[in-house]
């Protein structure tokens, strides 16, 4: 009889989870996996369009918002693999400018061969990009400075090797690749648009399936903890700074192209657009969290409603004010569902 009235007290029962922690539970877990939002939004902004602008789903209107959304993602790749590690590059346009204006000075008017445009803009790229990545890290400089600072120097030279004029037209095969009717293997799609997809394969393979892009979102995560783990902090800042400047800068050459010119200001345009493709996509800054594929989403849903906005009739002034307030309230929704799921 002792041992009936000395047991211990039950425990406490657990309640069920709810349906709707069950469904959020499982819209979070999707997300993680897959970028289940980005591509609503997209679907969505699609069919808006569909609805309120003539001939916006006709082939020729997706050629063009594909070209277009193609180069904002490849001039994005780059500030995606430093925003992942924790920094931020706006140096980006300056690359895309020293790209842009080699593609239509060193192939144009002074008939380089191609491959020495591409040789020389990323020998330059890389060697400022490397610099700003070093900097940031072994002196502790906060990357914004440093980068606005090499945009700066960038586009300087730019002005005064230039003149401040509008350079020539690039070489005709970089026009072909960006054009909206260019082909490829005899099928309506322009060259750019494979190109993008080919670099996107390549950029999720080695984020997701190779030690480097481990060591990358290793860094973003906790760079402390990284360095315990024997990965090179220093390294991969100057890396990644270095690829980012070189993609940027490859990615100005197809731009002039699409551009069928150059001008010292030609980078200016992607400024805060790369910077807003990637944060659009998912991929917010300091949280090591995205991928190269969120980015190419975010890509699309910003040329979706950029082309919106044109065709509704607006001027540039109302369309950016549209434009920014579009942008937050997609951040902030990824922002919401980021904490439903780190709660649940």
């Given at each position: 009889?002792?041992d009936?009235?000395?047991?211990?007290?039950?425990?406490?029962?657990?309640?069920p989870a709810?349906?709707a922690?069950?469904?959020?539970?499982r819209?979070a877990?999707?997300?993680?996996?897959?970028?289940?939002l980005?591509i609503?939004?997209?679907?969505?902004v699609?069919g808006?369009?569909a609805?309120?602008?003539?001939?916006?789903?006709?082939?020729p209107a997706?050629?063009a918002?594909?070209?277009?959304?193609?180069?904002?993602a490849?001039?994005s790749?780059g500030q995606?693999?430093?925003?992942?590690?924790?920094?931020?590059?706006?140096?980006?346009?300056?690359?895309?400018?020293?790209?842009?204006?080699?593609?239509a000075?060193?192939?144009g008017?002074?008939?380089?061969?191609?491959?020495?445009?591409?040789?020389?803009?990323?020998?330059v790229?890389?060697?400022?990009?490397?610099?700003?990545g070093?900097?940031?890290?072994?002196?502790?400089?906060?990357?914004?400075v440093?980068?606005?600072?090499?945009?700066?120097?960038?586009?300087?030279?730019?002005l005064?090797?230039?003149?401040?004029?509008?350079?020539?037209a690039?070489p005709?095969?970089?026009?072909?690749?960006?054009?909206?009717?260019?082909?490829?293997?005899?099928?309506?799609?322009?060259?750019?648009v494979?190109?993008?997809?080919?670099?996107?394969?390549?950029?999720?393979?080695?984020l997701a399936?190779?030690?480097?892009?481990?060591?990358?979102?290793a860094?973003?995560?906790?760079?402390?903890?990284?360095?315990?783990l024997?990965?090179?902090i220093?390294?991969v800042?100057?890396?990644v700074?270095?690829?980012?400047?070189v993609?940027?800068?490859?990615?100005?050459?197809?731009?002039?192209?699409?551009?069928?010119g150059?001008?010292?200001?030609?980078?200016?345009?992607?400024?805060?657009?790369?910077?807003?493709?990637?944060?659009?996509g998912g991929t917010?800054?300091?949280?090591?969290?995205g991928?190269y594929?969120?980015?190419?989403?975010?890509?699309?849903?910003l040329?979706?409603?950029?082309?919106i906005?044109?065709?509704?009739g607006?001027?540039?002034?109302?369309?950016?004010?549209l434009f920014?307030?579009?942008?937050?309230l997609?951040?902030?929704a990824?922002?919401?569902?980021?904490?439903l799921?780190?709660?649940?």
């Open positions: 009889m002792t009936a009235l000395t047991t211990s007290p039950a425990q406490p029962r657990q309640s709810k349906p922690q069950t469904v959020r539970a819209v877990a999707l997300q993680t996996r897959l970028p289940a980005q609503a939004v997209l679907i969505g699609f808006w369009g609805v309120v602008v003539d001939g916006f789903a006709s082939g997706i050629r918002t594909l070209v277009i959304a193609s180069l904002l490849l001039a790749l995606t693999l430093v925003v992942l590690i924790g920094g931020l590059d706006l140096a980006v346009p300056g690359y895309i400018t020293v790209g842009a204006v080699a593609a000075e060193l192939g008017s002074r008939n380089w061969p191609l491959w020495a445009v591409v040789l020389s803009t990323t020998v790229c890389a060697l400022a990009g490397g610099i700003c070093a900097i940031c890290h072994y002196f502790a400089v906060q990357s914004l440093v980068t606005l600072g090499m945009y700066s120097m960038l586009t300087s030279a730019v005064v090797l230039t003149k401040s004029n509008i350079v020539g690039p005709a095969v970089l026009t072909r690749w960006t054009s909206v009717l260019g082909t490829t293997f005899g099928l309506p799609v322009p060259p750019v494979v190109l993008c997809v080919v670099v996107l394969v390549v950029a999720s393979l080695v399936r190779t030690a480097l892009g481990r060591r990358l979102y860094t973003g995560a906790n760079p402390r903890a990284a360095s315990g024997l990965i090179r220093g390294w800042w100057t890396g700074f270095a690829v980012a400047a993609t940027a800068g490859l990615a100005g050459l197809l731009i002039a192209g699409f551009s069928s150059a001008t010292p200001y030609s980078g200016d345009p992607y400024f805060y657009s790369g910077l807003a493709a990637v944060l659009v917010a800054l300091g949280s090591a969290r991928d594929l969120r980015t190419v989403l975010g890509a699309l849903i040329t979706e409603l950029t082309t906005l044109s065709g509704l607006f001027r540039e002034g109302d369309t950016r004010i920014g307030i579009a942008i937050v997609v951040v902030l990824y922002g919401r569902q980021r904490r799921r780190d709660r649940l």
